[in-house]
């Protein structure tokens, strides 16, 4: 009989999350989607996501007609339609056949204000829509220096989570996200990001039972590369990586894809 302390690696598939953030058109979307596929787009042994900007989703989508990796979407709006300019919804992202969405990003938290109120709001409508959140958790500098990272991981976590069932709950993938290793070069010691993500764990045991809370996935957010991604994907509650960067070139997400199946 399994238990909730078998081995993550019999339960929880490992996934690589690309954010292009704004970068590419659609044409250099597609291109760097064709070089990504070429090498690892029938590969099942790790889930694989590219998250193009919205101009790029349908010459991307084309590109992964037929092939393993999964379409993902930066953003969207909670509502399903009406007067927001600029804004997208999850029916349109849909229509594009995406399946994830990043929510929560510090960049949009930063950037554009965005809320714990209005992520949970995100998240509700993402699952609504059958899509699959990519929830972004993590502190500042500040906030880390001030000892307060388990606080606001907690505080996050847990606002953005209310109102999901339990039945919903393993469809949200948690990226946890350092914000001061986000595009720094700098990046969390592998116990560092080890203890936030055993404590999201911890957070989701409490709120839907342990059996649960080891079928959810929890990512690296903060700046995995090639270099490190084996010591950090050897951790026990390391599912994975949201990459920045290393994803706006094939070879260097490729070889992130290659450690997440050496880890699997």
């Not at 950037?111 to 998240?123: I, M, Q």
């Not at 720094?184 to 039972?209: C, D, M, N, P, W």
Request: charged residues 20%; proline residues 4%.
């Amino acid at each position: 009989m399994s238990t909730p302390t078998q081995s993550p690696i019999q339960i929880r598939r490992k996934l690589i999350a690309g954010n292009w953030k704004m970068n590419k058109t659609a044409a250099d979307g597609a291109a760097l989607t064709k070089e990504i596929v070429e090498q690892v787009g029938r590969e099942t042994a790790v889930d694989t996501v590219v998250c193009p900007p919205f101009t790029a989703l349908e010459s991307v989508r084309h590109v992964l007609e037929g092939q393993a990796v999964k379409l993902g979407a930066q953003n969207m709006h909670a509502e399903k339609n009406g007067a927001f300019t600029g804004e997208i919804s999850a029916e349109m992202l849909r229509a594009h056949y995406v399946t994830h969405v990043i929510l929560g990003h510090s960049e949009r938290r930063q950037y554009f204000g965005e809320t714990d109120a209005l992520v949970n709001k995100k998240v509700l409508a993402a699952l609504a829509n059958e899509l699959r959140p990519i929830l972004c958790v993590g502190e500042t500098l500040a906030e880390r220096e001030g000892g307060k990272t388990l606080e606001v991981v907690k505080t996050q976590t847990e606002a953005a989570l209310a109102g999901v069932k339990p039945e919903q709950i393993t469809s949200v993938i948690i990226a946890y996200e350092p914000v001061w290793a986000i595009g720094t070069g700098k990046v969390a010691t592998t116990a560092q990001a080890q203890e936030v993500h055993a404590f999201i764990r911890s957070l989701l045991t409490a709120l839907y039972g342990a059996a649960l809370a080891q079928k959810v996935r929890i990512l690296y957010g903060g700046s995995m590369k090639p270099a490190n991604a084996p010591e950090l994907l050897a951790q026990p509650d390391i599912d994975g990586g949201l990459i920045g960067g290393a994803s706006l070139e094939a070879k260097s997400f490729v070889d992130l894809v290659k450690a997440a199946m050496a880890a699997s």
